[in-house]
């Protein structure tokens, strides 16, 4: 069983690809515009982010009767984020395409922007050389 799970994982992964790369070349032959780049993926990632970050501040908050504000405005600018992103494909391309786009855009870059996100750190880390801290 586990062996059917790993290659229907990896046949997923190898369709969602070729989705993805469909998509990229209808909409540059059809509206010279591409979806799945690095901007949009920067852009959504950011708002992800923030949202998630806005909202266990704000849930933190609530819990400690602490000032809301902080959580609302970055959940609001995260909205911004990808709001933007989403008027960006409408504008480049027409309303439906867009919309519809945008929405398989974001399912799809929700995990790559948690993945991305914990790279990221571990570059980091990694980067500044980061050594365990040991107790003597």
Do not use: C
């Amino acid at each position: 069983m586990k062996v059917l799970f790993i290659l229907g994982f990896i046949t997923a992964v190898i369709v969602l690809i070729a989705i993805v790369i469909w998509i990229n070349n209808y909409s540059e032959r059809e509206y010279n515009y591409e979806f799945f780049n690095w901007g949009n993926y920067v852009a959504t990632a950011i708002g992800y982010f923030l949202i998630w970050y806005g909202d266990s501040w704000f849930n933190e908050a609530v819990i400690n009767n602490g000032d809301l504000l902080n959580g609302q405005l970055l959940i609001g600018i995260g909205l911004v984020f990808l709001v933007s992103v989403l008027y960006i494909h409408i504008k480049n391309t027409n309303f439906l395409f867009g919309v519809v786009i945008g929405a398989f855009q974001f399912i799809v870059y929700l995990p790559l922007a948690i993945f991305g996100f914990i790279g990221l750190l571990m570059a980091v880390a990694w980067l500044m050389d980061t050594k365990p801290v040991y107790r003597i």
